[in-house]
């Protein structure tokens, strides 16, 4: 989480210390909570960020511990809000990997794992 969140940090500072003063999106947190374990594979993943999201630059997409796609695709975003469906993916380490437009017109992008299983 934190080394994953750094470099849209860094960005972030570079644009307020050159004037371009805005807040991009950031991932605030998600359910199931970043490198959290939960007990049974997730039908979904949600993330919430920071700011207001646009839905059509807004993707995630998640992977099992064999690295097989295991999200439906198609994101679903609602406000500062995106989930998408999980098919069962087994247990161990799943890596969710996201980027989004705010509208403030920025992009930003990162990553976390979750556990699934004992
Ligand atoms: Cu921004």
Known sequence: MRRSSLVPIISCLL???????????FLDHAEPRVGNKVSAPPREVTLWFTQKLEAA???VTVTNAAGQRVD????RVSDNR????????GSGTYHVTWRVLSVDTHTTDGSFTFEVGQ
């Open 57 to 59: 630059f807004s993707t």
């Open 72 to 75: 439906a695709g198609k994101a």
């Open 82 to 89: 995106m989930s998408v469906s999980l098919r069962p993916g």
């Open 15 to 25: 644009l307020l210390t050159t004037g371009a003063a805005r807040a991009h999106a």
